[in-house]
């Protein structure tokens, strides 16, 4: 048989080429070589470009710029010293060991320091100096009531001593308490500053843990880069082995934490994942794509065109975002996943033309090119709304999810229908395809042959129950949507590790145990002036009693006015008389020299002076200490015992009490942090949310519009495509999935691709008639449906990711995918078969009555 032009409808002139298209076709056929060098060419400056992508995963790149959290805790972030850590732990097999411990400590501390201030900015070993000042300065923090009874009750056994060793005294009089180093000890002891008792007790002032087993040194660095940070090891590490702690004892090693080495990992892991979970998602992509077509020609042509629509999509975010946010690192599997449709539809129906009607290479690019181009831009361009409905949201991560996502679809089907034909061509010319007489495997039509048996074997009954279900999956969604279906619990949108933490996370708990975890969770407020900071204090701490003991928002606030003794105008003349009674009781021997050596220590030294703020040593002020040196301007407030900061409500209700606080004199502090940047989040996702869903919804209502120019048919995809949106919150209601800022992103999506596969059905129904609606299920159903299979896949693969909010958006994603596919393919058909049967026996129906 020879080879035969397929026919061309003349009275369609839909079914005609564009002549621009015409010439392409032509062109791909005849030198299609030209046009995979082209493909070549502009892969080498988007593969450099897209090799060039950072990785931004701080949650604040999720929220715009103009947003005042983001501005405050950009600012705060400039002042605040911020030095990162590397944690050096001194470990032996066994307890028992801290002299060994602390000599080693006492060894490694200047060798650390000699590193140099370039790469050392502070070592932290313990509170000796700290515990010393207040030692030191115990008589300051006494309250002021019990320093005047202290006070009394040592001017009162002074006098009585002088009186007695002059005689003088009374035979009644009773003799007060003697000042011995027991009682002295036992005054002061109660007014020091001492660890809570939950908390670390610093034996001998080290950072040890009380089996004398092991000992941390924290680095404080200025450095940062992972170049810098692993030359910073490495010195630490030159340090460390010229101490040698085995010369201390046998067994004793260094091992080394902090978040330098924590967040490099999670950096690491993070973007291991995403490569993992691309891989996974463009080989899964492939795999059906061969499952389908059986055929290596076809997978190598649609992935050589899917990869230079990826590399054109990244290349591209370099030049116009320049990074990827923690939203956008996954898009690599979801735009290969639905870009490759384009190729499916178009590889599907060039086949059909090769193996079924015989056609030539170029009258099959010339019947694909006719056949497809127009439903699968209508497609993309449903799909680019999709995503760029996206882009009218304030919330960063969705708007550059949207742009991204946006050209990418239009990347993707530009790509296909320059270089798919393209590659076709060439290999063809290489090695032919279908040759006349010789048989092939028609595996695709499987894919329709169920559908088309379940859908049209009982078309009345299908419809009924794709109608009962639609109905179903509306009432749902509508209770849904009734209620609150934010997610609150951040816990369900953060990485699932907890199951296996490395070795630097497990020794940064041992750290967390012997150096404490203070202010870990409270919130740096940041003033411009230290008089501001007690006028702060004094207006948070009135909403926190002002909101009840049931609603406060915090635990309490924490400045370097709390490090500062009270009252020290009063105390100090009751300070110095003691002192001058003590060493006056000492030169008369009223003191004994076992007692006084044990009590002149806690003795204030010099001139007795209030202590400020420059007073205070450095490691306890160093909590306080700005970038520049500055002390005192920082507050910080602490989250309300027994709340979870994981909690989105209470962080709410938290962010709140301090976002704004207007001072009596009518300055107003802002506050941002973690709490302010997840409450932000959560009120734009809530309030984006509504908008981008109608943007996605009105924008694919109208590309479908102009698609089929107002026909009716166009119907045929708005029910369809409701039932499948529906069936998927259906779903999320069941499963009692809510939405958070990362699988929200499947709601515009599944409404904006979900319409592409009854658009392409539709088309070709009105293209071939309701008389071949078999023929229309078989050979575009089963497109279709490897279509959403190969977007599915790369949904799918988002379910191997170590982040729980990607693997809810994967999950749903390809819900929406399988619920908008089985409307297309099963209930239209069914409703499309039934509707043709009705119109067929009432036109006889009306024959009959004429005749």
């Not at 940070?229 to 101490?243: Q, S």
């Not at 449709?341 to 086949?351: E, F, K, L, T």
Request: aromatic share 8%; with cysteine.
């Amino acid at each position: 048989m020879a080879a035969q032009e397929p026919e061309l409808e003349a009275d369609d002139p839909e079914r005609h080429l564009p002549r621009w298209l015409e010439a392409l076709a032509r062109l791909q056929a005849r030198r299609p070589w030209l046009l995979v060098m082209l493909a070549v060419l502009t892969m080498l400056p988007t593969a450099l470009a897209t090799s060039k992508l950072a990785l931004k995963l701080d949650l604040s790149e999720l929220l715009p710029d103009s947003k005042e959290s983001v501005i405050e805790m950009r600012r705060v972030s400039k002042r605040l010293a911020g030095n990162a850590t590397l944690s050096v732990i001194v470990r032996t097999s066994t307890p028992g060991h801290q002299k060994e411990l602390e000599a080693c400590v006492d060894a490694l501390v200047p060798e650390l320091y000699a590193i140099g201030k370039d790469w050392v900015g502070a070592v932290d070993y313990g509170v000796k100096e700290a515990r010393q000042f207040f030692d030191e300065n115990a008589l300051y923090y006494a309250s002021l009531d019990d320093l005047k009874k202290a006070h009394e009750r040592i001017t009162e056994r002074y006098d009585w001593e002088v009186s007695k060793q002059q005689g003088s005294l009374l035979d009644d009089e009773e003799a007060p308490p003697p000042i011995t180093a027991e009682v002295i000890e036992k005054e002061l002891s109660a007014k020091k500053p001492t660890a809570p008792a939950s908390g670390p007790t610093f034996p001998n002032g080290y950072y040890e843990d009380k089996a004398g087993s092991y000992a941390a040194i924290l680095v404080r660095t200025p450095v940062g880069g992972k170049a810098k940070i692993m030359e910073l090891r490495r010195r630490v590490e030159a340090a460390v082995a010229k101490v040698d702690p085995k010369r201390f004892e046998p067994t004793m090693v260094a091992q080394y934490t902090g978040d330098v080495v924590t967040g490099q990992e999670e950096y690491d892991r993070i973007t291991g994942d995403l490569l993992h979970v691309g891989a996974v998602g463009v080989g899964g992509v492939l795999l059906i794509v061969y499952l389908y077509f059986l055929r290596l020609r076809v997978v190598l042509t649609m992935g050589g065109a899917l990869v230079v629509g990826l590399l054109w999509t990244f290349g591209t975010t370099y030049f116009v975002i320049g990074y990827l946010n923690s939203s956008t690192g996954f898009l690599v599997s979801i735009v290969a996943g639905n870009g490759i449709n384009y190729g499916i539809v178009y590889m599907a129906r060039y086949v059909e033309a090769r193996r079924d009607e015989l056609a030539s290479v170029t009258d099959a690019i010339r019947v694909a090119h006719r056949d497809t181009w127009i439903p699968t831009l209508a497609s993309a361009a449903t799909g680019a709304l999709a995503y760029g409905s996206l882009i009218v949201t304030d919330f960063r991560g969705f708007k550059h999810f949207g742009i991204i996502g946006g050209y990418g679809m239009m990347f993707c089907w530009l790509t296909t229908y320059l270089f798919t034909p393209a590659l076709l061509s060439a290999s063809e010319r290489v090695w032919p395809a279908y040759k006349e007489g010789a048989q092939s495997l028609n595996i695709g039509r499987f894919f329709g042959v169920a559908f088309e048996r379940l859908g049209l074997g009982a078309p009345r009954l299908v419809a009924g129950i794709g109608a009962a279900i639609g109905i179903g999956a509306l009432a749902l969604s509508a209770l849904y949507f009734s209620a609150d279906p934010m997610e609150y619990n951040m816990r369900n949108v953060g990485n699932d590790d907890a199951s296996n933490p490395s070795a630097a996370k497990q020794l940064s708990h041992k750290v967390d145990d012997v150096v404490g975890r203070v202010g870990q969770d409270g919130i740096a407020i940041v003033t411009d002036r230290v008089d501001q900071v007690q006028p702060l204090e004094a207006e948070l701490e009135r909403r926190r009693v002002a909101a009840g003991p049931e609603k406060e928002p915090f635990q309490n606030t924490v400045s370097i006015f709390s490090l500062l003794p009270k009252d020290q105008t009063q105390k100090l003349p009751l300070i110095a008389e003691m002192r001058d009674r003590i060493q006056r009781a000492r030169s008369r021997g009223f003191i004994t020299d076992a007692d006084w050596a044990k009590i002149e220590p806690h003795l204030p030294k010099g001139e007795l002076t209030p202590i400020g703020i420059e007073d205070l040593p450095e490691q306890a002020a160093r909590s306080f200490t700005e970038r520049d040196g500055t002390r005192g301007r920082i507050v910080y407030i602490a989250p309300r015992d027994g709340r979870s900061v994981w909690d989105a409500k209470y962080l709410m209700h938290w962010a709140n009490s301090f976002r704004h606080v207007t001072l009596p004199n009518g300055e107003v502090i802002h506050g941002s942090g973690r709490a302010v940047i997840f409450a932000d989040m959560i009120y734009t996702v809530g309030q984006d949310a509504p908008r981008a869903i109608l943007v996605s919804a009105l924008g694919t209502i109208l590309v479908i519009l102009i698609a089929f120019r107002g026909n009716k048919l166009a119907f045929g995809v708005f029910v369809p495509w409701l039932v499948g949106v529906a069936s998927l919150v259906a779903f999320l209601y069941l499963r009692e999935i809510k939405l958070n800022f990362l699988n929200f992103v499947a709601l515009p999506i599944t409404i904006g691709i979900g319409a592409e596969y009854a658009h392409n059905m539709m088309q070709r129904y009105r293209f071939e008639g309701g008389a071949k609606l078999r023929h229309v299920v078989l050979a575009t159903g089963g497109a279709l449906t490897l279509c959403s299979l190969t977007t599915s896949i790369g949904y799918f693969a988002l379910l191997s990711s170590i982040n729980k909010g990607i693997h809810s958006f994967g999950l749903s994603a390809a819900v929406g995918e399988l619920t908008c596919l089985a409307a297309t393919v099963l209930w239209l058909p069914a409703l499309l078969a039934w509707l043709h049967d009705r119109r067929a026996k009432a036109s006889l129906a009306k024959g009959a009555v004429r005749s």
